[in-house]
């Protein structure tokens, strides 16, 4: 039973961003019952938990994770942290997605997140309630075997499921006629199965040059299809090439006019949006495989500020991302932070997609925008926005990536104030790198 006054608030997901959700809602029991939250598989860490399986997993439930066995962050472990809660300063900057899973369990642990999880729960409906009080009823079920379901009232609820398990396979003239192994980048684990192999990769966001790195050793060649400037960087072995417009058979075509024939082609076309116990519609809500809009601050629906979205924003830092959204949804939610009417709700959503008419799924995209997005998160919830120091190094990793994809990486660094970092070790081929 809630105590009266008492919000009690559903969580979906136990990755990154629902085990600070979770952190969050345990600390303010003046203001919330205790967390309850939905976790379809047996642990904590989401996209972060690497197995070797694809497509079905040994329990008979779609494998989610995209993590491949030799992954290591892109990002330094100085800007990936929550702000109340470091990583182990003795690894290096750049971690391997053990760590990173390590990390949010002790996370977990530290703030004795795992006592309000359902693991093996999965959400099968998320609907505003019916009657005066509204609210909203979550139905989910036994992940395993699907015999046992439960509806359950809560006054909000936040989505924290990610958005890197549904591959996006783009329409490519002439790609059911490729014989060879075709794939997506979601599916890949590690480069010894396509040794001796001409690999085809589409796309060159992170997965695709990781990929194209990885594979560069032990493929006969690579060739990473792409619309970007040229990267500079990469192996001998491979060839970069225009977007793909097209494969007959073996060969795939590209838009400069050029043909290669491929053994293996992978996607690394990026992932949907997909909430699948969701009804859009009857929320005012338009989802497509890039976008989900209406959104005020690409949280919450402007017709229902109950449900938030976390998490949803790509070209981030994102565990101080997702702690910033959290900190002003619980604002929100303890009244803290008095939204705007509904009708301005909706045109602030509706004007922020009307400045991305040109490129409406690069909306959710933010890089350089989100250092002012979380600053008004911070002011408007009345919180301490992420140091500028975390600006500073993300844009020093940016410029070290531009001039060398392959060896940013090598590279270490270390805070020394909300506004001063230095660079540990050598720039690659030259001397000790200096911060600010």
Known sequence: MTAPGKLRVAVIGAGAAGLCAARHLAARPESFAPPMVFEAS??????????????????????????????????????????????????????????????????????????????????DAVSPAEGAQGGWDVTACRAQGRTVQTTERFDAVLICSGHYADPFVPTIPGLETFPGRLLHSHEYRCPEPFAGRTVVLLGAGPSGVDLALQLAP??????????????????????????????????VRFGDGAEHRADVLILCTGYRYRFPFLEAARLGLRLTDHTVTPLYRHLLPPQH??????????????????????????????????LPPAAELQAAAEGELRQHRGAPRHLHRLGRRQWGYCQELARLGGFEPPPPVLREIYEAVQASRSRDVSCYRSLSYRVLSAEEWELVGAEPGGAPGEGR
């Open 42 to 123: 047996g642990r904590v860490g989401g996209i972060w938990v690497y197995t070797e399986e694809t497509g079905q997993g040994p329990d008979g439930l779609p494998v989610s994770s995209s993590m491949y066995r030799d992954l290591r962050t892109n990002l330094p472990k100085e800007v990936m942290a929550f702000p109340d809660f470091p990583f182990d300063p003795s690894l290096p900057s750049f971690l391997h997605h053990s760590h990173v899973l390590a990390y949010l369990e002790r996370y977990a642990d530290h703030f004795r997140v795992r006592e309000h999880i359902r693991f093996w729960w999965r959400v």
């Open 218 to 251: 032990v493929a006969r060649r690579v060739v990473l299809s792409h619309r970007r400037p040229p990267l500079p960087g990469l192996p001998g072995n491979v060839l970069q090439a225009a977007p793909a417009v097209g494969v007959a058979g073996a060969t």
């Open 305 to 338: 500020p109950g449900l938030f979205f976390i998490g949803l924003c790509q070209q981030i830092c994102p565990f101080p991302h997702f702690h910033c959204q959290l900190l002003f949804c619980l604002a929100v939610l303890a009244g803290t932070c008095r």
